[in-house]
């Protein structure tokens, strides 16, 4: 039996995961802040799938949240097959508008964890010969798009670069970038979005059965849903001022208010 480490497993994408990879028999590792909801989400998968679920509470915009995750990935004796780094969030505002604290945070969580657990769980993979990870980062990271695009950009970059210096380890990388996903994620932030039309949103569990089936494939980057591809071939033939225009004009009427 393989076990997944999930991080943001509560919520959203990340507990389409953690119901995916249950359904498909891994053991799970729920990485999040809220114990007392992981504590639930665990009981309810190894009562449906009868799997061993895991939880680890973790703040991964703080050092001990971090550090603590990257243990278990280094666990020899109870080695991670499968690493999610899935949790994140959006800050309300634009530029100059989000407290410079916040800006940090999403770079702590967005990047240097991504960073250091990817380095940690690729690490212990490289010397079984075998393992994946999944980086979750977003279309945003294709439009000039504040703190949260350049962070997702970042992960983008990161995982694709990284996956090319692992080839033939046994250790594949992917960059996962969703478009729209009916999550906590815009409620959190803050963001209105009754106005975005009703075909832009994804389906959470649709969107992981596809993230592992690219996966699988050896994609290093996997941008799902036939709508999406779509639009980011228009995003890769529209001029970069006129995208930044689009996007924050998009921004205003979508965004955080
Ligand atoms: N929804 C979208 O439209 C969309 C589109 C593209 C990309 N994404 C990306 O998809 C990922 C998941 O987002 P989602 O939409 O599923 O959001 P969500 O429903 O708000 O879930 C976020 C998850 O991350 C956890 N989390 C947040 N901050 C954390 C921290 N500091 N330490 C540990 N866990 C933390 C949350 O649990 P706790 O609060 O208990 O910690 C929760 O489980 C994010 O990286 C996001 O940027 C989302």
Avoid at 15 to 36: C, I, K, P, W, Y
Avoid at 102 to 125: F, G, I, N, Q, W
Avoid at 190 to 218: F, H, S
Avoid at 220 to 234: F, H, I
Wanted: proline share 3%; aromatic share 4%.
């Amino acid at each position: 039996m393989t076990t997944a480490l999930i991080t943001g497993a509560t919520a959203g994408i990340g507990a389409a995961f953690a119901r995916r990879l249950g359904s498909q028999g891994h053991n799970l590792v729920l990485v999040a802040r809220d114990t007392e909801r992981l504590q639930r989400q665990a009981t309810e998968l190894h009562d449906r799938h009868g799997i061993e679920a895991e939880v680890l509470t973790a703040d991964l915009a703080t050092e001990e949240g971090i550090a603590a995750v990257e243990r278990r990935l280094v666990d020899r004796r109870e080695p991670v097959d499968l690493l999610v780094n899935n949790a994140g969030f959006g800050n309300k505002g634009r530029y100059l508008e989000v407290p410079m604290a916040d800006e940090l945070t999403m770079l702590k969580v967005h990047c240097e964890a991504v960073l250091r657990l990817t380095s940690a769980a690729a690490e212990s993979m490289r010397e079984r010969g075998r393992g994946g990870v999944v980086n979750v980062a977003s279309v945003a990271a294709f439009v000039p798009r504040g703190t949260y695009g350049a962070s997702k950009a970042w992960v983008v970059q990161f995982t694709q670069g990284a996956a090319r210096d692992l080839a033939g380890s046994g250790v594949r990388l992917m960059a996962l970038c969703p478009g729209l996903v009916r999550t906590e994620f815009h409620q959190r932030a803050g963001m209105g979005m009754d106005n975005v039309p009703g075909w832009m949103w994804l389906d959470a569990d649709k969107l992981a059965e596809e993230a592992l089936a690219d996966l699988a494939r050896g994609k290093t980057l996997s941008v799902p849903d036939t709508r999406y591809k779509v639009l980011m071939g228009v995003v890769k033939l529209t001029p970069r001022a006129l995208l930044g225009g689009i996007t924050s004009r998009t921004g205003r009427k979508y965004g955080p208010r």
